[in-house]
């Protein structure tokens, strides 16, 4: 059977559960960062790629042996077993760990599988590396295909517990091992997903449209909102607010200065399962003519489909970032569109004919400086999109950085902060030689806005 056929059924198996909390630290039980850290695997892998069919040990907070675990993966005939957990040891051990079953050699097919799932969870984990490893576990020996025991950090440390708590720090690890999966196993992405296309121009309104895809009191519960909405392919973020002197955690899943844009993305979050979403209206919002494009820090006003739309006009074939831009920046209260445009005149248009290649995920040419020196490497695209944002936050605000996202951005402790709360105060900053580097971005933004038009 030719790989490009192959159905992959894949057992998952969140550690403990129900009347067993698995290890506890910090506030934490292991059963319930396994749980969601599975759930996420699942949503990936099924919504991302083709002929994959995953049984899961529990779906919820329910008790359930390991030897139910192992004869219900054998009875299915899965064709790999995948177990995730979280350490626990003295408090100051921390890492990444995984296991294969104890009597299997390092040729093996199952080591071979270790090998590169362990490989794509560590670019993404933001762990110490402790290694492959071989154990003597229920799961890996009682089960009849090739088995694999992840473990994710240890819950009583509390560096490695303070990820845990993160939404995005789960999503990440969830995204690690989806990947290695899907590079063991050839599996194949589904292409029924066709870009958007691009949306109208937005209308000087004055008022900007936030679709609020939830509310809640406890930032855990927003938290898990989040990273709901992105494992269906929707961009979100947790923003505090005031309502009534209380305080409030609002997921907002994008924001448009054109009430009928915002409608659309109103309607693909209720399409989610988000039946309580609703859309907000803030009025005195600056407009394209009236925006001080200058400044760093503010609203973005071209859509993602704008910005998407601008760049595949000079190469057709550039990846699609409009969308990150627009919502990350919207998280950190800074000119996403303007942002875009800078990534363009760093990427030429996301062709990277320069020194810094497209594996390398910096749009922003963070660390560049000419010559051999290529600069930062980012796991993923947003990871990229985030340490330019973040980059350019230590530039504009001395305000500490919001903490839903890890910092990612390498440089970030180097920068001045303040020192360049406007695009032009970047020039001898950002290109050490170019007086005229923000003027030079600025000028792209305009021809972005006239194509807009």
């Given amino acids: 059977m030719e790989k490009e056929e192959f159905s992959l059924k894949l057992y998952l198996d969140p550690g403990h ?39 899961m040990s529990r779906t919820t ?30 408090g100051s051990a921390q890492g990444y760990e ?6 299997l050699s390092d040729s093996s097919t199952t080591a071979k599988y270790q090998s590169t799932i362990h490989e794509e969870v560590i670019k993404l984990n933001q762990l110490k590396d402790r290694g492959r490893k071989k154990a003597n576990f229920h799961v890996l020996r009682e089960s009849t295909m090739p088995a694999f025991l992840s473990e994710n950090g240890f819950i009583d440390n509390s560096h490695d517990a303070a990820l845990m708590k993160q939404s995005s720090w ?21 292409t029924n997903n066709p870009p958007e ?16 895809a939830g509310s809640f009191q406890s930032r ?24 009534a002197g209380k305080n409030w955690y609002r997921v907002q899943a994008g924001a ?13 979050v209720k399409a989610a399962g988000i039946t309580d979403a609703f859309l907000v209206a803030e009025n005195g919002v600056t407009t394209l003519e009236s925006a001080d494009r200058n400044s760093i820090m503010g609203p973005t006003q071209l859509s993602a489909g704008q910005m998407n739309s601008f760049v595949k006009g000079i190469n057709p074939d550039a990846m699609e970032l409009g969308s990150l831009y627009q919502t990350l920046g919207e998280y950190y209260g800074i000119r996403g569109d303007i942002t875009f445009a800078q990534a363009m005149h760093e990427t030429n248009y996301l062709r990277f004919t320069g020194v810094v290649q497209p594996e390398q995920n910096n749009f922003a040419g963070i660390g560049a400086t000419g010559g051999a020196t290529r600069g930062a490497s980012f796991a993923t695209p947003k990871d990229g ?33 303040g020192s360049a709360p406007n695009w032009t105060d970047l020039n001898g900053k950002w290109a050490v030689s170019g007086e005229t580097y923000g003027q030079s971005v600025l000028d792209l933004y305009e021809r972005m806005v006239d194509s807009s038009n």
């Fill in 17 to 55: 559960g129900g009347t067993d909390p698995g290890a506890q630290g910090n506030g934490l039980n292991e059963k319930d960062v396994t749980l969601n850290i599975a759930l996420k695997i699942r949503d990936i892998l099924t919504n991302s790629y083709e002929s994959v069919d995953i049984k």
């Fill in 385 to 417: 999109v985030l340490a330019h944002l973040q980059h350019l936050y230590a530039y504009a605000s001395t305000e500490p950085l919001p903490d839903q996202y890890p910092l990612v951005d390498p440089r970030f402790q180097l920068v001045e902060r």
């Fill in 220 to 243: 855990e519960n927003a938290d898990e909102r989040v990273a709901f909405l992105e494992a269906n392919g929707i961009d979100a973020f947790v923003k505090p607010t005031t309502i």
């Fill in 98 to 103: 995984d296991y294969i079953y104890s009597s």
């Fill in 61 to 90: 907070d329910v008790s359930k042996s390991l030897s139910e675990r192992t004869t219900e993966a054998n009875s299915w005939g899965a064709d790999y077993y995948l177990a995730i957990h979280i350490n626990a040891a003295s």
């Fill in 256 to 268: 448009n200065s054109n009430r009928e844009n915002a409608e659309k993305r109103l309607a693909e």
């Fill in 170 to 190: 789960r999503q990440d690890v969830a995204q690690g091992h989806a990947n290695g999966i899907a590079i063991a196993f050839n599996l194949k992405r589904k």
């Fill in 197 to 212: 296309p691009p949306e109208p121009s937005n209308p000087v309104t004055g008022t900007l449209y936030k679709v609020i």
